[in-house]
């Protein structure tokens, strides 16, 4: 745009002078987007980290409960290994798994590991122990539950 007539001196100080203050706030609003952009970057990063954080610490946290429901059973089977005890012979007149009566030809075998009794029939798996380097007679439910 052209002027036809040229322009008096104090006005032509207050058009450089706006024109500057244009220039200088065009530059701000520029520096002030681009910081917004990053700004808007940083953030958009921050959710995704954080996101990947939830995820992670929910997996975490159902790791955990699996393991502490994996441990209160080892504790369970802890405290019915430290439970069990030897039965006495003179206690028991049956095999304590079919029932079978004890007698001269029906002999009473303990289970090495849980220390029941049990007739020939009930208890004739061999298997090794932490306690014995040789596989010792075990009932068929300690079989299980040592070979499984």
């Known amino acids: 745009m052209q002027w036809s007539n040229p322009i008096p001196a ?18 701000e609003r520029r520096v ?3 910081r917004s952009l990053a700004s808007e970057n940083k953030h958009d990063k921050y959710i995704f980290e954080n ?10 946290e159902s790791a955990l409960q699996e393991l502490a429901r994996e441990y209160q059973g080892l504790q369970i089977q802890t ?12 206690d028991v007149f049956a095999c304590m798994k079919c029932n079978q009566q004890f007698s001269v030809t029906v002999r009473k075998h303990h289970c090495r590991n849980c220390g029941n009794i049990f007739c020939d029939q009930c208890s004739s798996k061999n298997t090794p122990l932490a306690a014995s380097k040789k596989p ?4 068929d439910q300690c079989y299980k539950e040592l070979t499984s």
């Open 136 to 139: 010792v007679r075990v009932c």
């Open 10 to 27: 104090p006005l032509d100080w207050r058009y450089e002078n706006l024109e500057s203050k244009l220039i200088v706030g065009q530059d």
């Open 51 to 60: 996101q990947q954080l939830l995820k992670r610490n929910n997996d975490l």
């Open 79 to 90: 405290n019915k290994h430290i439970n069990r005890r030897w039965l006495e012979d003179s």
């Open 32 to 34: 002030l987007l681009e």
